[in-house]
């Protein structure tokens, strides 16, 4: 049993210099829980609705003034001085309370930071670590999930030179988180020296800090990302294995898939996904269709599984009513888990369980804006991920998930 004494919330900066929330909890025997949130940029047309201020005049229209306000008025009036008997309790009085479809009239950002400080809250309460509340809260033994690294970028995370997304490294067969991270950074660094005698420049990275250099097509990101693995002395399929988020309604306009200067149509890109699977030790492909492409879906999910994972985030937004579709069609194999998508633990929780009960992967995923706050790291174990997605092994808003699992495999004495 948790009486909130009080809420409230301030607007500060995330990782790409944008406004984002940091609230605080307190309950009344003086436990206490503050959370801060992560930001997409590629986002799916399904999300709850993040509140924006848009006064023009401040942040280019992405303030987040009214939401903390939101927090620190409405919100704190309607719960300060409530008794919330689980999480659940607390996520459906804010989620009546706000009473729209898509979380939009407190703002889906609002909602979710009192969500995630009152979890902290209680695990202060009960003197637990947060990842153990996560996992009371879901029902699940944690573990420790194997993390997809970034490599490379392109589309939205970066300048567009590439279409797709992100390539990202995985290690199938480490033992130890802090194995990975040693290998990673060798390959990350291989990669580094590269583009550098290839392009003759330092390169920029892209928001979660992968590298984006001017390739000249999506091929090339993968044939790149295998030489830098083997320039580093790994051997590619067997010791790293490539993920790729295609975030394909992103390059998909006017009835086609706009990929490295051709148009594709769906059953086009469905080919063009199984050439690059046979040809490339990818493991995962994300968002490899358009988010509304519900039947092209199926076709992918027929054509990859079993090789792949088909994994889902602008087609599920982690909405238990899409993710049931999903189900029912066939179109997907794993979920990517936002819990901003969704906005409430509980509800995240339940997408959680509906993967679950259909046999899914679960990704846990950061957002391409994001801040120093590692409460992904302790769901992502709580909740027992079978991977977690945060970006590169640079940008400190990124290391401090990486860190916190490396904090958790060592004292919690965690394993994959
Ligand atoms: P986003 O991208 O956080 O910019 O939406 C992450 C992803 O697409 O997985
Ligand atoms: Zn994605």
């Known amino acids: 049993m948790s009486r909130i004494k009080s809420v409230s919330a301030i607007e500060i900066l995330d990782s790409r210099g944008r406004p984002t929330l940091l609230a605080n909890c307190e309950l009344s025997d003086g436990s206490f829980g503050r959370a801060s949130l992560p930001s997409g940029a590629s986002t799916g047309s399904a999300e709850a609705h993040e509140l924006r201020d848009r006064d023009p005049a401040r942040y280019a229209g992405l303030g987040c ?11 704190n009036r309607a719960i300060a001085g409530g008794v919330f008997a689980s999480q659940q309790a607390l996520d459906r009085c804010l989620v009546d309370l706000d009473g729209s479809d898509k979380k939009s009239r407190l703002g889906a950002n609002a909602i979710l930071s009192v969500s995630l400080a009152f979890a902290r809250a209680q695990a202060a309460q009960r003197g637990v670590a947060l990842y153990r509340q996560f996992a009371d809260i879901a029902g699940t033994v944690p573990r420790l999930p194997r993390p997809m690294i970034n490599l490379y970028s392109g589309g939205l995370h970066a300048g567009g030179q590439v279409a797709i997304q992100d390539v990202q490294v995985v290690l199938p067969g480490a033992i130890t988180m802090s194995e990975t991270l040693a290998v990673v950074s060798d390959v990350f660094r291989s990669a580094g020296t590269r583009l550098l005698k290839k392009y003759g420049m330092r390169l920029l990275t892209a928001d979660e800090g992968g590298l984006a250099p001017p390739f000249a097509s999506s091929r090339e990101m993968f044939v790149e990302a295998v030489r830098a693995i083997e320039a580093a002395g790994y051997a590619p399929s067997d010791d790293v ?10 390059f998909y306009k006017d009835g086609a898939y706009h990929l490295d200067g051709e148009r594709l149509d769906s059953a086009g890109m469905v080919d063009r996904i199984d050439e690059w699977r046979r040809d490339f030790p990818i493991v995962s492909i994300e968002d490899g269709l358009d988010e509304a492409d519900w039947a092209g879906w199926s076709t992918l999910h027929q054509r990859l599984r079993g090789h792949v994972m088909v994994l889902g985030d602008d087609l599920l937004c982690t909405n238990p009513a899409r993710i049931r579709r999903a189900i029912a069609e066939k179109a997907a194999d794993s979920l990517l888990l936002k819990v901003n998508q969704i906005a409430t633990l509980s509800e995240a929780a339940e997408a959680l369980r509906l993967a679950r009960a259909a046999g899914w992967h679960v990704v846990l995923s950061a957002r391409s804006g994001e801040t120093e706050d590692d409460w992904l790291a302790d769901l992502a174990v709580g909740w027992a991920g079978d991977y977690i997605k945060v970006g590169s092994i640079t940008q400190s808003e990124r290391l401090a998930k990486y860190n916190r699992l490396l904090e958790l495999e060592h004292y919690a004495r965690l394993t994959f």
């Open 65 to 75: 003034l009214k939401a903390a306000e939101n927090v620190s008025q409405e919100i």
């Open 241 to 250: 294995v490539l993920t790729v988020d295609v975030a394909a309604s992103h």
